[in-house]
């Protein structure tokens, strides 16, 4: 085990932040569509 993470470690470091990078652009994705559902509540006044 130990030998695959010193041979592959520069792969698990960038599997690790595609990882990070994935979960930001799906957390903005949906943050956007809220605010974008909230503004369509808030429009019609």
């Known amino acids: 085990m130990y030998d ?4 592959n470690a520069m792969y698990i470091v960038l599997l690790i932040a595609l990882i990070i ?3 930001l652009f799906l ?3 949906r943050l ?3 605010i974008k559902k909230l503004e369509k509540e808030k429009k019609p006044e």
Do not use: A, N, T
Not at 4 to 7: G, H, Q
């Open 4 to 7: 695959f993470l010193e041979k």
């Open 21 to 23: 990078w994935i979960g």
């Open 27 to 29: 957390y903005m994705f």
């Open 32 to 34: 956007d569509s809220r």
